[in-house]
């Protein structure tokens, strides 16, 4: 099986950390989108408090978590007529992504589109699966294929680019004539900063109906929590029933003190404002240190990342940022179109960001 798959994208960078690792102040990585901040001692104390679990978790959440999930979706992102059947928690959002083909049983007459700028997971997931895979940002490139499944990331992962709700509405009426389950990515929903992004399942774009339609959910980002592994989805209720179906016989469970860490940081806003404040201002610190180097930024209006170039290939601007001690990855790793551009990640703390600063300076 691991034939099938590309090198891990993150041992190619190997050199280029020496590098930046070799700088007198230390590295500055912003490769890895990995959150640097505290988790809210709200989220710590409920996780300490369901420590004492012995028993086996339930597949589908506790259902106190099943509500929270739907609450604020509703009270963050405006999706409406959600049920308590129409979400499920899962061990990270990369899981879910990583082993959904497989869990739908799809396989090689299974035509999964994923955009032409993508998280490897997305074509990784297909390749489990045994499913082909396309790259296409827009239907007029599928022409009279019909795809089983169709990845959209609003905001993107790695261009921080936004669909809005016009595009959104094209595709769910296109999929739902062919057929196609949509899965839509918004771990970063909610880091708009030029543009509001909109979820799939927001009644503008759907009217409130989320047939063929999933969202995935995740809690690293927002709260920091990508050491917890606490993602959830949401959508069409038959969907998720499939998935959990499936999901109850793989043993594929959120433990119990975890679901308990979710409510609280679903429940609660005021850290993940805070969270998202502390993002903004890494961004307006690196943004204009950025332009200034000479780069120019190609959308990033919303998430975690800035996409830049230096008009080179991507490889050559990793090494020269490198040799100032900051790390980024390769646009590459996210798909041929990609090849003179990096991703910048934000994830870094303030000290860390003011240091590329500097040195950008």
Known sequence: MSATLPEFP????????????????GIVDLSVGTPVDP?????????????????????????????????ALGRRYGVTKLSKA????????????????????LGAADLVVVPELAYPTYEVGARLAGAPVLRADSLTQ??????????????????????????????VGWARERGALVVSDECYLGLGWDTEPVSL?????????????????????????????????????VVIAELLAVRKHAGMMVPTPVQAAMVAALDDDAHEHEQRDRYARRRAALLPALRAAGFTVDHSEAGLYLWVTRGQPCRDTVDWLAQRGILTAPGEFYGPAGARHVRVALTATDERIAAAVDRLS
């Open 10 to 25: 993150w041992d190619t960078l190997t050199e280029a950390r020496a590098v930046a690792e070799a700088h007198p102040d």
């Open 39 to 71: 988790v809210a001692p709200l989220i710590r104390e409920a996780l300490a408090s369901a420590s004492a679990s012995p028993g086996y978790p339930t597949t589908a959440g506790t259902p106190t978590l099943r509500q929270s999930m739907v609450a």
């Open 86 to 105: 129409a979400v499920l928690p899962v061990i990270g959002t990369k899981e879910l992504i990583a082993w959904l083909p497989t869990l739908l049983a």
């Open 142 to 171: 599928l022409g009279p294929q019909s795809p089983a499944l169709v990845y959209l990331n609003s905001p993107s992962n790695p261009t921080g680019r936004v669909l809005g709700v016009d595009h959104l509405r094209k595709v």
């Open 201 to 237: 399942l927001h009644p503008l774009v759907c009217d409130g109906d989320h047939t063929g339609l999933l969202a995935a959910h995740s809690l690293s980002k927002s709260s920091s929590l990508a050491g917890y592994r606490a993602g959830f989805v949401a959508g069409d209720p």
